[in-house]
């Protein structure tokens, strides 16, 4: 029976064999890799991923589309949220059975997200960092421009903060509405995500606060929000708030919230 594609989980079923050959390439899956796929669908980008790696797991909230999956024997199916997987868990299991010089938890995940929960998932993974290898996603082109994006550029703001102080990033595949089944009113694009090796230290929350305040009126000068919020929290040190949020690099976002107080 053909599958319906589901407005409500946002199911966009890619289709073109070229861009499919394109994406497993980027991702370069390597016989034993611990690897997850989210939003398999109907397994287009599954079936050459698992037929390099031996086995795949896969997260699916679509229950009759869990239950297709279920059929492959190199498959392990996940049925649930992906906002309620515990990535560095799944990591930890995913790696027990290597060698105990490769069993440090090492999770490269890949997958054709949901447009409508797109930037949910990021943060989500953004929490599990430190056991991902890598991440390729297909996601709308324009979050992508948003997460790559330089500063003093209408792009940059808070997601590309947030996910600059932790990943290497670059958007390495157009993928037009035609390659999809329905086709979406959107560009999509894939984008590599590298975690660093060594990210600054700092509390992830914290930062969130600054870079929030700094973009919640992104026209105004600093000193109209982030002045003001650092004039609240006793902070003693400089910075140039006469400046629009978007001006300041990822850098200075990371200083702060590693120097304002608790």
Do not use: C
């Not at 509390?203 to 600093?222: C, H, M, N, P, W």
């Amino acid at each position: 029976m053909k599958h319906i594609p589901r407005k409500r989980f946002g199911q966009h079923f890619l289709t073109d064999g070229g861009i499919i050959d394109a994406i497993v390439r980027a991702i370069a899956p390597q016989p034993g890799d611990a690897m997850v796929e989210i939003g398999p669908g109907l397994a287009a980008l599954t079936q050459p991923l698992v037929e390099r790696l031996g086995h795949l797991a896969v997260i699916e909230l679509d229950r009759d589309l869990a239950a297709r999956l279920r059929g492959h024997a190199q498959l392990e199916v996940i049925e649930s949220d992906v906002l309620k997987v515990d990535f560095t868990a799944l990591a930890a299991r995913l790696t027990a059975a290597k060698p105990v010089a490769e069993a440090a938890p090492s999770l490269r995940v890949v997958g054709n997200l949901p447009y409508n929960i797109s930037t949910p998932i990021l943060f989500h993974l953004l929490e599990h960092a430190a056991v991902i290898v890598d991440q390729h996603f297909m996601l709308q082109k324009e979050v992508i421009d948003r997460m790559v994006a330089r500063p003093a550029t209408s792009d940059y703001g808070r997601l590309s903060v947030m996910l600059q102080w932790r990943y290497a990033m670059e958007n390495v595949l157009f993928v037009p509405p035609e390659s999809f089944e329905p086709p979406p009113r959107v560009d999509s694009a894939v984008v590599r995500m590298v975690p660093l090796p060594t990210p600054p230290a700092l509390d992830a929350r914290r930062l969130g606060e600054i870079v929030q305040v700094a973009f919640s009126q992104r026209r105004k000068l600093l000193r109209h929000t982030l002045g003001q919020w650092l004039d609240a929290h006793t902070f003693a040190g400089t910075f140039d708030t006469q400046r629009r949020a978007e001006e300041v690099p990822v850098a200075e976002y990371v200083a702060l919230a590693q120097t304002v107080p608790p």
